[in-house]
């Protein structure tokens, strides 16, 4: 099992352009989260994905951004027309949802910088 | 709302001394899970633990061991004979087990620097 991972690791973008970033989970898991973590902050829920649907977006999400996960497996998240204030790590987890154990393991994340 | 509180906001430390981290948590459910990541220089989130809310034993895995204490809604994470190699951000987490979405609320982490 190679574990979570995210590609690129690094993007920098001119604000207003799009940008697009993917996400391969565990196999097997069927729960996949993104979160956006800003310098010196904890990270921050913004949407997730049980299979292939989309189940919870946090108002964190606005409407520049849009994830998908097309057959349950990797998944992607891009914002359109990019912002300063975007610029931010952003993480994905994955995680399998058990009677009682859930666990999610993140990905090595895609740091974002926004000129 | 949940919530989760990292009061201390860095730590630094000699190799081998005790570190203890502190994490205190809000939560109206009455079961939950709590969770400690470690984020090294790198960036990426390693998952140490997970405690259930209705399983209040300690736990050790080597150096590591965490104090679970409902009565102060408290999750202390202590690293005995710190290393070097222990420096990083440690984020304390906090998920709730009703409805279908486990997110993971997170506290502001610890960074830890240990000094030769």
């Known amino acids: 099992d190679t574990g979570v991972s995210q590609n690129p690791r690094h993007k920098i973008t001119k604000r207003g352009q799009n940008v697009t970033f993917r996400c391969d989970p565990i196999?097997?898991?069927?729960?996949l989260y993104w979160y956006r973590q800003t310098l010196g902050q904890g990270p921050e829920f913004l949407t997730y994905f049980q299979n292939e649907a989309q189940l919870e977006k946090s108002r964190l999400l606005s409407d520049r951004f849009s994830a998908e996960r097309p057959k349950g497996s990797f998944s992607t998240l891009e914002i359109q027309r990019t912002e300063q204030g975007d610029s931010a790590m952003y993480l994905c987890?994955?995680?399998?949802?058990?009677?009682?154990?859930?666990?999610?393991?993140f990905g090595p994340g895609t740091r974002l910088l926004v000129l | 709302a949940q919530k989760v509180t990292q009061a201390q906001t860095e730590i630094s430390v000699v190799e081998k001394e005790d570190v203890t981290l502190d994490c205190v948590y809000e939560?109206?459910?009455?079961?939950?899970?709590l969770f400690w990541y470690k984020q090294p220089p790198s960036g990426e989130l390693v998952f140490l633990i997970r405690?259930?809310?209705?399983?209040?034993q300690n736990e050790i895995s080597g150096r590591y061991s965490w104090n679970f204490q409902k009565s102060t809604s408290s999750f202390n994470f202590t690293i005995t004979a710190s290393q070097v190699v222990d420096s990083a951000v440690y984020f304390c987490?906090?998920?709730?087990?009703?409805?279908?979405?486990?997110?993971?609320?997170f506290g502001k982490g610890i960074t830890l620097s240990v000094r030769p």
């Open positions: 196999s097997e898991h069927n729960r």
């Open positions: 405690r259930n809310s209705f399983d209040e």
């Open positions: 987890a994955s995680s399998y949802s058990g009677v009682w154990e859930e666990t999610q393991y």
């Open positions: 939560t109206r459910d009455t079961t939950y899970y």
């Open positions: 987490a906090l998920s709730e087990l009703t409805g279908a979405n486990s997110k993971l609320t």
